[in-house]
């Protein structure tokens, strides 16, 4: 049995970045204070606008949960490495230059895991 596939990576990502979208479009504020930012309506703008591509990345991954191993799949697989990775590196600039406090560190910590399980998923041929 395989412990991580992209069967369930896939899920688990669908369900992840649902709560981020939920959370991103009505109590942006949860996130925002766990890093230290404040919420303006000019943050509030932008935050929403990001729920609204992490509704549609989690909508991809729920419908591409079976996807056989193809292009298709390796471009969701890739993309998502590239988004998480850079993720990664702005939260740790950002803490770095003291715009965030050291919650950001725990979104950068999830960001730095889903790059290594893509990495893993994607290396596998099934």
């Known amino acids: 049995m395989k412990l991580l596939s992209f069967y369930r990576l896939s899920v688990f990502s669908s369900i992840l ?6 959370i991103l479009m009505f109590a942006p504020v949860v996130m ?21 591509l992490y509704a549609g990345i989690a909508v991809m991954y729920f419908f591409a949960r079976n996807a056989e191993h193809s292009a298709t799949r390796t471009a969701l697989i890739v993309g998502t490495i590239t988004a998480c990775l850079i993720l990664a590196l702005l939260g740790v600039y950002e803490f770095v230059a003291g715009h965030a406090s050291g919650g950001i560190l725990g979104s950068v910590l999830i960001e730095v895991v889903l790059v ?3 990495l893993y998923v994607g290396a596998r041929k099934k």
């Open 32 to 52: 925002l204070s766990a890093w230290g930012v404040e919420l303006t309506d000019s943050v509030g703008l932008v935050a929403r606008r990001i729920a609204a």
């Open 17 to 22: 970045f649902t709560v981020l979208s939920i």
């Open 116 to 118: 290594l399980a893509f």
